[in-house]
């Protein structure tokens, strides 16, 4: 079996044609959609991520902020920040960028954030109705692209079993309890690294999303012939064959496509549709304005 491509790219340009006409929508009633995103430091991933949110906001247009502080920023101007952002009445999404220098609590600071503006969707009330079952608040961007990608592909969950490998709080929790949620229904079992023997459950899984920052760790013999997997991972490995001397590679061996039915690349899969749901969750906390 050779598996078909989980193709975030095509699936996040069919989310961005449909916000498109919902921006429109907003500006019609004078509002248009804005996003603030706050980096702390020089972290270079980081800068990736946040022009890439940045690029995506103009092809929409979405207004954003960028907004730059240095890594000997204090906690207390990062605070000053956020509530600064928190005030503004035209301003409707607001995103911390991750990792904060050490000397922060990246905790305390997204729990400033005002819940109808965290576009992440880290917040403890966001995360708290998810724990719910309820998914009216804010849902956090790269669980939920997941969802999108494997309902725009068709892939059925009901009754599947899926293995989350990874229990973070913004990737791994939250999509073992997207996963599980009634209406998507499948069995969720969540492996984390004290899990023992994570490749039998993974070889008696229908679905797999591998979240873990381990590259290539998922191998073909963890995967069960026509599995579904999905590779959340993004990590840079050495490559001296490359100019740059390294490539990004996933959490999954690219051979796992000998096996699985369906498997998200890196890049191109996962990334693009958490882009997406940032820019999808900015919209719909501008609608919620007109709504309150
Ligand atoms: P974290 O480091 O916060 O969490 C990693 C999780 O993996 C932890 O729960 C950890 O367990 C678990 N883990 C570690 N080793 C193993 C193992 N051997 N077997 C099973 N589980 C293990 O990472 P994130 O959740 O933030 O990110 C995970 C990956 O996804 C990273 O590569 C990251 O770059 C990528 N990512 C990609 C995004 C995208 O848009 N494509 C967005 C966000 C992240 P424990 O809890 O016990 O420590």
Redesign the pocket.
Known sequence: MVAQRLDGKACAAVVEEELLDRIKACKVNGVVPHLAVVIVGDDPASHVYVNSKVRACERLGILSTHIELPSDASEQQVRETIQSLNAKSDLHGILVQSPLPKHMDEEALTDLIEPSKDVDGFHPQNLGRLVQGRMDGMLPC?PSGVMRLLSWAGIETKGKSAVV????R???MPQSLLLGAKGVDATVTV?????KD?QSLCKDADIIIA????AE?VRPDWVKEGAVVVD????RVDDESRERGWRLAG?VHPDVAQKASWLSPVPGG??PM?IAMLMENTVRAAEQTQRA
Do not use: Y
């Open positions: 790269t490998l990874g229990r973070s913004i990737v791994g492996a984390h690294s004290r899990t994570t979240a873990v920052g381990r760790m959340v991972g993004i990590n959490d996962v990334g958490t």
